[in-house]
């Protein structure tokens, strides 16, 4: 039965026509943006993951940022330590030459003043960004805590985790070898050099303390590096668009969109076939 009032036909080439240009809207829209998922509505599910994963990853970066200020601090304060026990290990060989009798004690005192002056020197150099480790005064404040990521439970509980390590204090050390005055009989040539080896084994301990601090801190920004990295690729995985999938399907919506116009146009010209039955 043929209808002037309703062209079925066009009616559901019509409909066809309208889902296929929503489609390639859609299509459309993912080549543009380069994701399948860019907001809730289109996966609820992966758009709420992702943007947490996001958050995470954002995180991780400025933490990461955060980490290197305090290596570099670290590296700055073990360079430091690893002069003064070098210094050290000066004094101790110079108050191990003066406890002959032939030596010219006053010489070997001139020595050792110039060798701890060095010494004081590089403690209070031994500062990146106005952050010293070694003089001292950190030590006595307790353990220094850095930031060293973030975790989230099973139920998605949030929580900071960190890292403690200690500060040293050279300046004591310094102090100490400065006081050793060859020239004085107050106490013994072997007391003296006793308490120099003393200094020297407190210097090297510290310079192993922040070699081990900074190791630990590469360390964990490698790994919040790889986790980064990880965690970006994790993201991309659910949200990102496959481009040669959203190729293929723009062309053959494009085909069937070329179809579908074809279809209404033939569906409309139908009822122009019934004015003929009555000429």
Same mark, same amino acid.
């Given at each position: 039965?043929?209808?002037?009032?309703? =062209?079925?036909?066009?009616?559901?080439?019509?409909?066809?026509? *309208?889902?296929?240009?929503?489609?390639?809207?859609?299509?459309?829209?993912?080549?543009?943006?380069?994701?399948?998922?860019?907001?809730?509505?289109?996966?609820?599910?992966?758009?709420?993951? #992702?943007?947490?994963?996001?958050?995470?990853?954002?995180?991780?970066?400025?933490? =990461?940022?955060?980490?290197?200020?305090?290596?570099?601090?670290?590296?700055?304060? *073990?360079?430091?330590?690893?002069?003064?026990?070098?210094?050290?290990?000066?004094?101790?060989?110079?108050?191990?030459?003066?406890?002959?009798?032939?030596?010219?004690?006053?010489?070997?005192?001139?020595?050792?003043?110039?060798?701890?002056?060095?010494?004081?020197?590089? +403690?209070?150099?031994?500062?990146?960004?106005?952050?010293?480790?070694?003089?001292?005064?950190?030590?006595?404040?307790?353990?220094?805590?850095?930031?060293?990521?973030?975790? *989230?439970?099973? !139920?998605?509980?949030?929580?900071?985790? @960190?890292? #403690?390590?200690?500060?040293?204090?050279?300046?004591?050390?310094?102090?100490?070898?400065?006081?050793?005055?060859?020239?004085?009989?107050?106490?013994?040539?072997?007391?003296?050099?006793?308490?120099?080896?003393?200094?020297?084994? =407190?210097? +090297?301990?510290?310079?192993?303390?922040?070699?081990?601090?900074?190791?630990?801190?590469?360390?964990?920004? %490698?790994?919040?590096?790889?986790?980064?990295? @990880?965690?970006?690729?994790?993201? #991309?995985?659910?949200?990102? !668009?496959?481009?040669?999938?959203?190729?293929? *399907?723009?062309?053959?919506? %494009?085909? %069937?969109?070329?179809?579908?116009? %074809?279809?209404?146009? +033939?569906?409309?010209?139908?009822?122009?076939? +019934?004015?003929?039955?009555?000429?």
């Amino acid at each position: 039965m043929s209808s002037i009032l309703t =062209n079925s036909s066009a009616m559901n080439a019509l409909a066809t026509l *309208r889902e296929v240009n929503r489609g390639l809207t859609d299509t459309q829209s993912r080549v543009s943006s380069g994701l399948k998922v860019a907001s809730g509505k289109d996966n609820a599910a992966y758009f709420a993951i #992702s943007e947490t994963m996001k958050g995470d990853s954002g995180m991780f970066k400025a933490i =990461n940022e955060g980490m290197t200020a305090t290596k570099n601090s670290v590296a700055t304060a *073990r360079l430091g330590a690893e002069t003064v026990t070098g210094l050290a290990q000066q004094m101790v060989e110079r108050i191990a030459f003066a406890q002959s009798d032939g030596v010219n004690k006053q010489d070997v005192q001139n020595e050792l003043v110039a060798l701890a002056k060095n010494m004081q020197s590089a +403690i209070d150099q031994a500062t990146f960004n106005g952050d010293n480790l070694v003089d001292g005064v950190k030590a006595l404040a307790g353990p220094v805590s850095v930031v060293n990521g973030v975790s *989230r439970d099973a !139920a998605g509980a949030f929580a900071v985790t @960190t890292f #403690s390590f200690t500060a040293v204090d050279l300046q004591t050390i310094q102090t100490n070898l400065a006081a050793i005055d060859v020239t004085s009989t107050t106490t013994t040539m072997d007391a003296k050099l006793i308490a120099a080896e003393g200094e020297l084994g =407190n210097a +090297i301990t510290a310079s192993t303390s922040l070699g081990i601090t900074e190791n630990t801190l590469d360390g964990q920004m %490698q790994f919040i590096d790889s986790l980064t990295n @990880t965690l970006d690729s994790g993201v #991309s995985s659910m949200v990102d !668009a496959d481009m040669e999938e959203e190729a293929a *399907r723009l062309q053959a919506l %494009q085909v %069937q969109q070329q179809l579908a116009t %074809q279809s209404l146009s +033939i569906a409309n010209q139908a009822p122009q076939n +019934i004015l003929s039955l009555f000429r």
